[in-house]
């Protein structure tokens, strides 16, 4: 995201007190980053475009569109980030169109003084799940099976949103903690594919 529904995930994780991290791109919502983090929740960088074929082509194309959505999200909020998630992850494939670049980026980024962040928990709402319901059992599924979980989810599908609240009640009811990603959390970081 930001997407359409950002603002009401927004307001039903405030409801919860709940802050979160939005890995953000460049779209006509962009007015919402500020929200978010007037809101205390962390915000960090995706991508200005979602570009693959762009982004991945060369470390100076990824670190273009790196830095741009860092200029884009500090002059909304505010906010000069260091968070980012790569588009795809760490471990993609869609980047083997260039191979080692992956390898390259993520020792320059770190270099560079980013965090990134890939996940261990996936509700598969970018790929297969469609409904509220089988989001909330991917996100489930995923969590019990980990100490610490750093779940991937997307605020621009109505069905992932609609999940949310079923999630946090969830987790409270089984003693988990809901926190935001900072600079000093624990980092997951995929095996590299390219």
């Known amino acids: 995201g930001p997407g359409p529904y950002t603002m009401e995930l927004l307001e039903l994780l405030d409801s919860y007190d709940v802050q979160a991290t939005f890995f953000v791109i460049d779209n006509d919502f962009r007015y919402l980053m500020k929200e978010i983090t007037q809101r205390g929740h962390s915000i960090?960088?995706?991508?200005?475009?979602?570009?693959?074929?762009?982004?991945?082509?060369?470390p100076e194309g990824f670190f273009d569109d790196l830095y741009g959505m860092q200029n884009i999200i500090e002059e909304?909020?505010?906010?000069?980030?260091?968070?980012?998630?790569?588009?795809?992850?760490?471990?993609?494939?869609?980047?083997?169109?260039?191979?080692?670049?992956?390898?390259?980026?993520?020792?320059?980024?770190?270099?560079?003084g980013f965090h990134y962040f890939d996940w261990n928990v996936d509700s598969m709402d970018a790929?297969?799940?469609?409904?509220?319901?089988?989001?909330?059992?991917?996100?489930?599924?995923?969590?019990?099976?980990?100490?610490l979980s750093i779940v991937l989810q997307h605020d621009i599908h109505r069905y992932s949103v609609d999940a949310v609240e079923r999630i946090l009640v969830w987790g409270f009811e089984n003693g988990y903690t809901f926190l935001p990603l900072r600079e000093d959390s624990p980092a997951v970081h995929h095996s590299l594919n390219n």
Request: charged share 15%.
């Open 44 to 58: 960090g960088v995706h991508s200005m475009t979602h570009a693959y074929r762009r982004i991945y082509a060369s």
């Open 76 to 112: 909304q909020t505010g906010v000069k980030t260091w968070l980012m998630r790569f588009p795809g992850g760490s471990s993609n494939t869609v980047s083997s169109f260039n191979p080692g670049i992956m390898t390259t980026l993520t020792a320059a980024v770190e270099e560079a």
């Open 127 to 147: 790929g297969g799940a469609r409904k509220e319901d089988t989001v909330y059992q991917n996100v489930v599924n995923g969590v019990v099976r980990q100490s």
